[in-house]
């Protein structure tokens, strides 16, 4: 009977630790409807905004009405950041002028205003948790 409570409560415990959240994106304002969405989810600083090795996940998801939406699931408990741009030629690069200026729109989550450069992953900073969290990126 012992064994059998401890492998119950062990049960429980497993799953209390795989909860796993999501996020449901939006991405708004894109010029035109031709193209996909590139999304890139970071759990940490490294490599944020821009590096795709660094991140958690990448995605890509297509344009429709001027929007693009998808739902990530399956993500710990934790603390994340999302760029995106808008990849219009379908290329899978980012350009930047020869200043070093985005040619692509983009956007990140919580929509910071930006100065000089891109923002850092705790301007960005979502908590997902086992609640589903809706993040609406305005296109820049």
């Excluded at 970071?42 to 944020?48: I, L, T």
């Excluded at 990448?58 to 990530?72: F, G, W």
């Excluded at 002028?97 to 692509?104: E, I, R, V, Y």
């Amino acid at each position: 009977m012992k064994i059998i409570c401890l492998l119950i409560l062990f049960a429980f415990s497993s799953l209390a630790q795989t909860e796993s959240g999501e996020i449901k994106l939006i991405v708004n304002d894109t010029k035109t409807d031709s193209g996909m969405i590139r999304i890139l989810v970071f759990n940490q600083a490294e490599g944020f905004p821009e590096e795709p090795k660094k991140a958690l996940k990448a995605l890509s998801i297509p344009v429709k009405n001027s929007s693009a939406q998808t739902t990530i699931r399956g993500l710990p408990s934790g603390n994340y950041a999302i760029s995106v741009f808008h990849d219009e030629d379908e290329d899978g690069v980012f350009k930047k002028n020869s200043f070093g200026l985005p040619k692509d729109s983009y956007g990140f989550s919580n929509n910071p205003t930006i100065f000089f450069g891109p923002p850092n992953f705790s301007k960005c900073k979502i908590v997902v948790n086992n609640k589903p969290v809706l993040v609406e990126i305005i296109l820049k």
